[in-house]
């Protein structure tokens, strides 16, 4: 039931049908219908006051399916657990090495059997196409320095899951050149929605240190 004004005067004992009215104008501020259009913004919103997973397919956003936080201890692996499936993922992974090199790939649904397959380039080298790996590989060397990767990608049962990735290594310390990593992968499974991600260290020697994050995000 849509708000609907009225005025009164000084002293005026109001009638059935004006406090119907009031009540009817308290009830449309309760289910929504009695707020008018545009006259919410974004000054309005208080700090994480919209629920982004119950909003309508048509919203342009992307959603957070899973956020680590800055990992406070060290690991070998961040998972997300189970996430929501959603046809367009992005991937954003930071690993911080902790007591030595890391070997930092990507995992789906907690395979970790040669079911990834890339085809990359290291600062700008020869392409090069590696099948029947365990993961999806995202550093330009095992190393001891911090990474940082983005991955999107489409997300469907019945076909292998395609993605693009960037990465991008500290190398030398100070005002040096980054080292990076460029390219294309696949995970072949065609039976299932990614429904899991997890950030892994599978050959370093050391462990995914304090400071590391794991987003997945999906729409």
């Known amino acids: 039931m849509a708000y609907s004004a009225d005025t009164f005067v000084a002293d005026e004992q109001p ?39 119950n909003l309508g397919t048509d919203v342009g956003a992307y959603q957070v399916l899973y956020d680590s936080g800055a990992q406070v201890g060290t690991s070998t692996s961040i998972s997300s657990g189970t996430i929501t499936a959603k046809y367009f993922l992005r ?21 970790s059997s040669t079911n990834y397959a890339e085809r990359s380039e290291v600062n700008g080298g020869v392409d090069s196409t ?40 500290r190398g030398s310390a100070g005002a040096n050149a980054p080292e990076r990593r460029q390219g294309v992968y696949k995970w072949v499974n065609t039976s299932a929605q990614i429904t899991r991600v997890d950030m892994v260290d599978t050959g370093g020697t050391g462990d995914i240190g304090a400071g590391s994050r794991l987003l997945v995000l999906g729409r």
């Not at 009638?15 to 000054?43: C, E, H, M, P, R």
């Not at 029947?132 to 991955?151: E, G, H, M, R, V």
């Open 15 to 53: 009638t059935t049908a004006k406090w119907n009215k009031l009540w009817s104008n308290d009830a449309s501020f309760n289910d929504g219908t009695g707020i008018g259009n545009n006259v919410i913004d974004s000054q309005h919103y208080a700090l994480a006051s919209v629920d982004y997973q």
């Open 130 to 169: 590696v099948a029947s790996l365990n993961q999806i590989n995202t550093k330009t060397a095992i190393d001891a320095n911090p990474q940082f990767t983005y991955l999107e990608g489409y997300n469907t049962s019945a076909d292998e899951k395609l993605f693009v990735a960037s990465s991008v290594m």
């Open 91 to 111: 991937i954003l992974a930071f690993a911080i090495p902790s007591g030595g090199t890391l070997n930092i790939g990507i995992r789906f649904n907690n395979d």
